[in-house]
């Protein structure tokens, strides 16, 4: 593969390979493409051979050509499915390819260890990702580097892959893929002849090759979690603050794979959800639940991971236009015993008296020296308790040093429970950063939400250092301010509205502006600022950096790998 095509030729593939697919001509994918650098993993499915052996075609070992080489997550999977159907004409049932994607998922999945590095991607999280250098900036121009990290191939694969990009997206050849002709500097040129996708296949077919120990060690265990029962639920939604409930999942009728769930979660401000639901779980530990909500949201997509012990799970339950809203969900199987899961609170100021809720289950009757907070609490009195929930009012010493404080009781330990602070020193805005997307006309406006969380600076007495102390979410006052960036910024007036009281920010509509200069649409980026009161009626100010953005156009998303 030598830059000899031009990308007008590139562009000439292109039409070909569409009147291909408008033709939908099924050709075979040639048995001299089996890689021989890495053994393939031979495919057992009866369906797989059925639906991909026709263009797939089998070695004497079993191994598929391209499917026997290749693992990734479900999302993944699915991925390559559906540009089967648009591109190469597969027909599949839904069923046909759920079972499809269920047993290469799991069969020819990630283990664990490698899906958990790259498990914001699929829970849609926004992230400031890490990159190799080898794959900066060839593999991350188009879609976040965590694409390619979350396949694994032999060399032979990877080098097809860039092919395949060539193909179906050949602006790659003249933006990311080639040196640009002239180098930047001529006077210095790069002592590494290597072509970008070649030092980025070199390092992919090196630390993502098809055989890992993570694989080996985890393939021989594959099997299908026992999941029936009761699990206690602890969420958390930034702006609302931690919710504490239950799941019960059942086993459905007829299915091997997929389990139902019924949830209920209560806020600790008081209002509660039920969710009914289904999930999948694909490679005995990736969980893709689906749940309809009683109330807002209406809808939830749940993207975990189980423990290997299968005690645990956790992630994050979506929803919005961009998934920009989630719960960060943490679930442990109910023990027949007291469990703990949280308080209502984060902390409690040193020389001041608190109410405090603790939520857990099978909470016995208790006396005030059944729970202990550790040095500097005291437990006065219970004021209520029941099976899900005891309230208790706690006295904190004057002189109690500020720090995290587990809460032992009932022969548990709920770790960093409480933290006891002296002063507020700072807040922080989360995220620190933040994209939001123009919409509401064409298509769906991507929200903010925004929330000011208190430190005390810790033993060290310094601000943002290792040791500050995380007091929980504080009530703030929330405005906008000018990000000066070009001469006569008006962003302010034009990219949306922060909620003065809950810190959601809602961007303005998409399209060219009127009423704005120059007819622009209405982007823009801005500073969110959050205003507490802090001692002594000093105020405390914490700001965040957000981008107001168009429209996302093109979707890299696999819904369907949720039920
Ligand atoms: C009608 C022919 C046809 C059928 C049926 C077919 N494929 Fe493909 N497949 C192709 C062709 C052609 C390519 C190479 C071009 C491409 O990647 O789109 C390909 C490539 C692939 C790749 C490599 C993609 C990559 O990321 O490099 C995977 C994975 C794949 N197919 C999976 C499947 C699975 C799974 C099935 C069965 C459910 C299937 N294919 C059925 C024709 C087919
Ligand atoms: C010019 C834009 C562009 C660049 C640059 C790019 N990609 Fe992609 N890539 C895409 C698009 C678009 C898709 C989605 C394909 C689809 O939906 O079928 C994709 C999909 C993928 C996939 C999923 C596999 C599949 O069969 O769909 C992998 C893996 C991947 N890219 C790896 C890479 C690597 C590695 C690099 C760097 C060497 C890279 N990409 C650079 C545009 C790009």
Redesign the pocket.
């Known amino acids: 593969m030598r830059r000899t095509r031009p990308l007008s030729d590139s562009l000439y593939l292109l039409t070909l390979l569409a009147l291909g697919a408008a033709t939908l001509v099924p050709f075979p994918v040639r048995a001299a493409t089996y890689p021989t650098s890495e053994p393939g993993i031979p495919v057992t499915d009866a369906v797989v051979k059925a639906k991909c052996g026709g263009c797939h075609q089998a070695d004497a070992a079993g191994n598929l050509s391209r499917i026997s080489w290749i693992r990734t997550t479900p999302e ?1 999977w699915e ?2 499915l ?2 089967m159907v648009r591109l190469n004409g597969l027909t599949v049932t839904p069923e046909e390819a759920r079972h499809i994607v269920q047993y290469l998922a799991t069969y020819h999945g990630l283990a664990p260890e490698e899906a958990r590095p790259v498990s914001y991607f699929v829970e849609k999280r926004l992230v400031d990702e890490t990159v190799p250098a080898e ?1 900066q900036p ?2 991350n ?3 976040a580097v965590a ?2 990290m ?2 694994r191939r032999p060399k032979e694969e ?1 080098t097809q ?2 092919k ?2 060539l193909g ?2 050949p ?2 050849e003249a ?3 080639y040196r640009p002709p002239m180098p930047p500097d001529p006077s210095k040129p790069n002592p590494d002849k290597r072509e970008p ?1 070649e030092i ?1 296949v070199d390092y ?1 077919s090196k630390t993502y090759p098809l055989h890992t120990p993570e694989w080996e060690a985890f393939r021989t265990s594959i099997r299908q979690p026992k999941l029936e029962g009761r699990w206690l639920v602890s969420a958390y939604k930034a702006g609302a603050g931690p919710y504490y409930g239950e799941m019960t999942i059942s086993s459905v009728p007829g299915s091997a794979d997929m389990v139902a769930t019924h949830t209920t979660l209560t806020a600790v401000s008081g209002s509660s959800l039920v969710f009914d639901g289904k999930a999948i779980v694909y490679a005995g530990y990736a969980w893709r639940g689906r749940s309809t909500g009683s109330a807002s949201p209406k809808e939830v997509r749940e993207v975990m991971m189980l423990s290997r012990d299968g005690q645990s799970a956790q992630g994050r339950w979506l929803w919005g236009g961009y998934q920009e809203f989630g719960f960060e969900v943490k679930m442990v199987r109910a023990p027949l015993g007291p469990a703990l899961q949280g308080l209502n609170t984060a902390s409690i100021r040193a020389g001041s008296e608190a109410t405090v809720d603790l939520y857990g289950a099978n909470l016995p009757a208790a006396k005030p020296t059944d729970l202990d907070f550790g040095a500097g609490v005291t437990v006065t009195q219970i004021v209520s308790s029941t099976p899900s929930r005891l309230t208790a009012r706690l006295k904190v010493d004057a002189s109690a040093q500020t720090g995290p404080r587990d809460l032992a009781a009932f022969g548990a330990v709920l770790p960093s429970a409480l933290a006891v602070y002296q002063h507020v020193d700072y807040i922080k805005v989360n995220p620190g950063w933040g994209l939001s997307r123009l919409g509401g006309t064409i298509g769906p406006k991507g929200f903010v939400q925004f929330e000011a969380v208190a430190y005390a600076n810790g033993p060290d007495n310094k601000p943002n250092t290792a040791d500050d102390v995380l007091l929980g979410p504080v009530p703030a006052k929330w405005s906008m301010k000018e990000f000066y960036a070009i001469y006569g910024d008006d962003d302010t007036k034009f990219v949306g509205n922060i909620d003065p009281s809950s810190g959601l920010f809602s961007p303005a509509g998409e399209g060219p502006d009127p009423e704005r200069k120059d007819m622009r649409n209405n982007y823009g980026d801005v500073w969110i600022v959050a205003t507490v009161d802090g001692p002594d009626g000093k105020a405390l100010t914490g700001q965040s950096y957000l981008v107001v953005t168009v429209p996302q156009y ?1 979707r ?1 998303d696999q819904p369907e790998v949720n039920p």
């Open positions: 993944g991925e390559a559906k540009r794959l060839t593999c121009t188009c879609h694409q390619p979350s396949w990877w892959l860039i395949t990009h179906y997206f602006v790659a933006t990311a893929f996708w980025a992919l093109l890299f």
